[in-house]
């Protein structure tokens, strides 16, 4: 009784689901046996998104295990239930939604659907990581962010570039003034891939926008992380290909999005930054990884992540040439994940790190990053593109999300 009274009052703050999680570490140290109570993630989306990345993710924490999935598509719920060992199906999210048997959640749908699962969700009590953009625009991301942080649950945006290791680094070689004051941040984010339909993603209804929702967006959080908030923007889109094709030939409705999406933007700090991204760039195959390229030029140096060599990093001296060097092992994996850094496709596992964190913010009760905030901020930045594209002119930015 004295162990469990001293652990009630070392965590009494906690929230009912971290001190589950905690509780066993502190009775083992106690000699006490246990069984780890974990958490349990319902999957809303079952497509390749979810196949490749998050399902992965559960499977390498030992804290978390996938209780429950739910798609509207039967026959690829049917699919799932061999491909991921699962019997709990949903084809309604509110049904999951209201599973006590879950505790968070990971939402891996069509853009314009993520609010509405989300409140759900929320309404519930549920932990939730979903995919970006939040929503088809700013109103819907800040209005998610508000509910998660009214609710006091845990919120990831899946921006899973902040975890590969190069770019973990490189915010290291910045935060910590290696590179000097940052006065430049450049992104490139190329890729040659069909022209043929996207599906779904091709229909402004459904996603918003093309490249710019889909690939910008998440090297605009990436700046915003590395060099601090922006002020203002001038951005452009261009569509190229009709997309009134898909891949087997079957004629379909034309693409209504950009396949090609570019800005430039001012930092709060004074510090400029370029980004262009595409997803019809020939030549830029890479094995379908494609060619990424964000770079910090700061007064003492430069550095440069690549997703095509995620373990390396291009660093240079000012009179020097930037030369490729291995990211220190320290950050080939965020700390304490059991992730194996040297198994696996490089550019893939690092994604597995989302889960870690949101998993890791449940049992220790703290926020997890990137949250919901910081979704609608990157949200209301690409906005901006959008309005400057119509209007051409520079468009000043409000950030806040409260």
């Known amino acids: 009784m004295t162990v469990i009274a001293g652990v009630h009052n070392s965590f009494r703050d906690l929230s009912p689901l971290s001190f589950l999680l905690v509780l066993p570490l502190c009775l083992s140290q106690s000699g006490f046996e246990f069984r780890m109570q974990k958490v349990r993630f319902g999957i809303v989306g079952a497509g390749a998104v979810s196949d490749f990345h998050h399902v992965p993710g559960i499977r390498v924490d030992p804290r978390a295990e996938l209780v429950a999935v739910c798609d509207p598509n039967q026959e690829l719920l049917e699919k799932r239930r061999q491909d991921w060992n699962i019997d709990k199906l949903y084809t309604d999210y509110a049904d999951l939604a209201r599973d006590p048997a879950v505790d968070a959640v990971i939402i891996a749908t069509p853009n314009d659907t993520h609010c509405d699962i989300a409140l759900a969700c ?10 970006k953009p939040l929503g088809v625009n700013f109103d819907e991301a800040r209005r998610m962010y508000q509910a998660a942080r009214d609710k006091n649950v845990k919120h990831l945006t ?6 590969a290791p190069s770019m973990r680094y490189l915010r290291h ?12 941040f450049r992104s490139q984010r190329f890729l040659d891939w069909p022209e043929t339909s996207w599906g779904w993603r091709q229909y402004r209804k459904r996603a918003g926008a093309g490249d710019l929702f889909d690939m910008t967006i998440h090297r605009i959080d990436l700046a915003m992380d590395l060099v601090g908030p922006l002020t203002a923007v001038c951005g452009a889109v261009a569509q190229f290909c009709p997309r009134d094709k898909t891949a087997s030939g079957e004629p379909c409705p034309p693409s209504e999005v950009d396949d090609w999406s570019s800005l430039i933007g001012r930092f709060e700090n004074g510090a400029v930054g370029v980004w262009e991204g595409s997803t019809v760039m020939k030549g830029y195959h890479h094995n379908g990884v494609g060619h990424e390229w964000a770079e910090i030029n700061g007064t003492e140096a430069s550095a440069v992540y690549r997703l095509q060599d995620p373990n390396v990093i291009m660093v240079g001296k000012g009179g020097e040439t930037m030369q490729p060097l291995p990211v220190p092992e320290e950050f080939l994996v965020i700390p304490g994940s059991p992730r194996n850094p040297h ?32 979704g609608a901020q990157a949200q209301a930045v690409a906005d901006a593109v959008l309005k400057s594209n119509e209007s051409m002119q520079w468009v000043k930015l409000n950030l806040n999300v409260e």
């Open 122 to 131: 929320l309404e519930e009590g549920k932990h939730l990581m979903c995919e």
């Open 158 to 163: 899946a921006f899973t570039y902040r975890f």
């Open 173 to 184: 070689l910045v935060k910590s003034g290696m590179l000097g004051e940052p006065r430049h």
């Open 343 to 374: 198994e696996g496709v490089p550019s893939t596992v690092f994604r597995y790190d989302l889960i870690y964190e949101l998993v890791s913010a449940i049992v220790e009760d703290r926020p997890a990053v990137p949250g919901f905030d910081h």
